[in-house]
């Protein structure tokens, strides 16, 4: 059974202070994605990596950076969280085959920035 | 550039009716693909269909059904007999080719099925 798995469901910090969000898939799929989730605003892309070492900016890469040192884990990186950046975070992940692929999705992180 | 556009917020039907959920895009790009994902109340989004621009045959999966119509830009979802286990939020998502799977979403429909 395929799956990606974020390392926290809830999440509270501080403002000021650098969060990192992990995510892990073990599909050995070449595309990861962080997306985040806002009531009627829908999915926004934050960053994609399509290899290791490689990233791309989405739609609203502000504020945020990310790191893909090993093809199964991508982490979202918010250098210094404010509290605009509360939200859910989604991360997926999809494979490189024959045309677009669906993406399979992590069960989010809700982060809490006080 | 691409959209999609959800244009129901939010729906609620009574249990056994028929509902249909709309999907319209916009792009430019002839070579696309179009998705479909649940999010029920536990927040993980699910997979439910996939379908490239070149097939515009509707498909059906046991109470769901999909109605592509590339004419109209639209692709849009049925669920036939409602259940209280179809309450959840639905997205559609659009993925131009050779973007590296790039996917834009639309906001979101909130279904609410009443037993």
């Known amino acids: 059974d395929v799956k990606v798995t974020q390392s926290s469901r809830y999440l509270v910090k501080r403002t000021g202070e650098k969060v990192f969000l992990e995510c892990v898939q073990d599909?050995?799929?070449?595309?990861m994605f962080w997306y985040r989730q806002d009531p009627g605003l829908g999915l926004r892309l934050i960053y994609f990596?399509?290899?290791?070492?490689?990233?791309e900016k989405g739609d609203i890469p502000e504020g945020y950076s990310v790191s893909r040192e090993k093809k199964e884990r991508f982490s979202l990186i918010l250098e210094s969280a404010s509290t605009n950046q509360t939200s859910m975070y989604l991360c997926?992940?999809?494979?490189?085959?024959?045309?677009?692929?669906?993406?399979?999705f992590g069960q989010g992180t809700r982060l809490t920035v006080v | 550039a691409q959209k999609v556009t959800q244009a129901q917020t939010e729906i609620s039907v009574v249990e056994k009716e028929d509902v249909t959920l709309d999907c319209v895009y916009e792009?430019?790009?002839?070579?696309?693909?179009l998705f479909w994902y649940k999010q029920p109340p536990s927040g993980e989004l699910v997979f439910l269909i996939r379908?490239?621009?070149?097939?515009?045959q509707n498909e059906i999966s046991g109470r769901y059904s999909w109605n592509f119509q590339k004419s109209t830009s639209s692709f849009n979802f049925t669920i036939t007999a409602s259940q209280v286990v179809d309450s959840a939020v639905y997205f559609c998502?659009?993925?131009?080719?050779?973007?590296?799977?790039?996917?834009?979403f639309g906001t979101g429909t909130s279904l609410t099925v009443i037993p």
């Open positions: 997926a992940s999809s494979q490189v085959f024959l045309g677009n692929t669906e993406a399979f």
């Open positions: 599909m050995d799929h070449e595309n």
């Open positions: 990596s399509y290899d290791v070492k490689m990233k």
């Open positions: 792009t430019r790009d002839t070579t696309y693909y």
């Open positions: 379908r490239n621009s070149f097939d515009e």
């Open positions: 998502a659009f993925s131009p080719l050779n973007t590296g799977n790039q996917f834009y």
